[in-house]
């Protein structure tokens, strides 16, 4: 596992123990699943060339 | 007085819109300074709407079933010329010069606009306590939390301050509020409802909803709701649907199913009891039971949380980098750590996210909806950060989503329906998740057992 304090420290950001915990939990979980993964499965989320011009909300403020 | 009430005395003359709106006006009055609900009452818009909507209906103008129905939008929802927070510091003064999209539908299907309901600051945090404009609380016991982050829209309809009020949820935000108020919450399908103008925090997981005092008016705001946008990338192209319920419903040929893992594991006897005890009132009404294991959802709560502090980071890095100390410290501790989930990681949760909904779709071929608790526990006391499930603690953050957050990840429509009240006073809600873009089946079922469970309305005595 990554020392989650330290690396944070390097990006500037202060973790607290429980933040470095769930850092610690969401990683082993994410390890364990990129190991079901396939190399054929494509995330759900790509990019659509085809996506029409969407306008900023409110236009220019 | 629910929506579908109010519109017939409307139609029948025994009631104005403008007197409707005074009497909601009246119960914010009385009733806000305690709970908190309302960031800003719009009274003169709100006047001003009612008299329109009672000329139009006199001249034979009827523009549907929210015709002169008082409404709220939770504030993160742009409104033009009024200003919207999204309950944070840094938008305190931000007035947008245009509406968002279901500002715009609802208005022109002739609703009222009371105001702009408080939330948890940014919609990241489920507990509506708000450091910035103060405690969201809750009208059964105003020393628990309403849930959030659309707290103060389940307050202020739970109260009868206003008929329907938008929410949105991405990780929980509309179904955790509605059950821990007891009012009905709706999270459509992804991209079924537009976010066009609704301030962002997961772009892959916002979705925007109605809560109300019964299924049909959730029926009845999700009609006036939905509907494609080219201005929401996301929205779905969809036909023009009929959700509302008829009465007298029968659920034969319905399916339910009832996960035999995780939605009703670590959930208190209490809140089980009482779920189980609505799947049976639905039974009673014809429908099948279909028993079924659902995908890891642990897992899918890994996935969905990856994805969220992934994409809540990249929403808020640029103002936090300037100005953190105008952040709830919760807050900022979530954007903190998206800042350290890898690249990586976010891409194999989005690879996950079509594997796991695969599974999902291939139990919708059994069964028309999984009927599980919304919440594990009634609502939390505030400032309690951990709660107890039958003597285990559990963080209450973790407790008040966990049956909830995936399925945004998974963008599949969810109903939470209030299903009774505790031994404590405090009401708790089934949810019911269907296959996409079932909505109309969804609101048949909770109608009907809603119709059966004879609890609508459900409100706290204040």
């Not at chain 1, 082993?28 to 900023?56: C, G, H, Q, S, Y």
Request: contains cysteine; charged residues 20%; aromatic residues 6%.
């Amino acid at each position: 596992m990554p020392d989650w304090k330290n690396v944070a420290a390097e990006r500037g950001i202060t973790l607290n123990d429980a933040q470095a915990s769930r850092l610690n939990d969401i990683d082993a979980a994410m390890r364990l699943m990129a190991a079901m993964i396939d190399w054929k499965e494509e995330p759900v989320l790509a990019f659509n060339p085809d996506l029409p011009e969407v306008p900023t909300p409110g236009g220019a403020e | 007085m629910n929506i579908q009430e109010a519109a017939q005395a409307l139609r029948n003359r025994k009631l104005s819109s403008e007197e409707l709106t005074r009497s909601c006006l009246q119960r914010i009055e009385a009733l806000n300074g305690k709970l908190n609900a309302f960031m800003t009452v719009t009274t003169e818009r709100a006047l001003a709407d009612a008299q329109r909507a009672d000329a139009e209906l006199a001249a034979g103008h009827d523009r549907g079933p929210l015709h002169g129905i008082p409404i709220a939008h939770k504030d993160l929802f742009c409104t033009k010329d009024i200003r919207t927070t999204a309950g944070a510091k840094i938008w305190t003064d931000y007035i947008p010069n245009f509406d968002a999209a279901v500002v715009e539908r609802l208005h022109d299907a002739g609703a009222v606009l009371l105001g702009k309901t408080g939330m948890h600051e940014h919609a990241y945090g489920i507990t509506s306590n708000n450091p910035h404009f103060g405690a969201i609380r809750n009208p059964w016991n105003p020393e628990h939390i309403p849930g959030g982050s659309s707290g103060g829209s389940a307050v202020a309809v739970s109260t009868g301050m206003a008929m329907l009020a938008t929410g949105s949820d991405t990780g929980g935000s509309i179904r955790c509020p509605a059950s821990y108020c007891g009012v009905v919450g709706l999270k459509p399908t992804f991209g079924l409802v537009s976010k066009y103008g609704a301030m962002p925090l997961g772009f892959s997981l916002d979705h925007v909803g109605p809560l109300t005092l019964t299924v049909r008016d959730a029926a009845i705001a999700l009609e006036a709701m939905a509907g494609h946008d080219l201005r929401d990338p996301n929205s779905a192209k969809t036909e023009k649907t009929s959700y509302v319920p008829v009465a007298d419903l029968s659920l034969k040929d319905v399916r339910i199913l009832l996960p035999q893992n995780f939605f009703f594991e670590g959930v208190s006897g209490e809140v089980r009891q009482l779920v189980l005890s609505a799947a049976q009132v639905a039974e009673g009404r014809g429908a099948t039971f279909v028993m079924g294991r659902v995908p890891d959802g642990a897992q899918l709560n890994t996935v969905a949380q990856v994805t969220l502090l992934s994409e809540a980071a990249a929403v808020h890095e640029p103002y936090i980098r300037k100005r953190r100390a105008d952040y709830g410290l919760d807050v900022a501790a979530n954007i903190d750590m998206g800042r350290m989930i890898s690249a990586t990681d976010f891409i194999q949760a989005q690879r996950m996210r079509r594997r796991i909904l695969n599974v999902f779709l291939e139990l919708f071929k059994k069964a028309d909806c999984l009927f599980v608790p919304a919440t594990p526990t009634a609502a939390p006391a505030i400032g309690a950060t951990e709660v107890s499930i039958d003597g285990k603690m559990e963080e209450t953050r973790s407790a008040s989503t966990r049956l909830l957050r995936g399925i945004n990840a998974l963008g599949l429509p969810s109903l939470a329906v209030p299903c009774g009240v505790t031994a404590e006073g405090l009401p708790i809600a089934c949810q019911l998740i269907g296959k996409p873009f079932s909505e109309a089946k969804l609101l048949q079922i909770g109608a009907a057992l809603e119709d059966s469970l004879g609890l609508a309305p459900l409100q706290p005595k204040l």
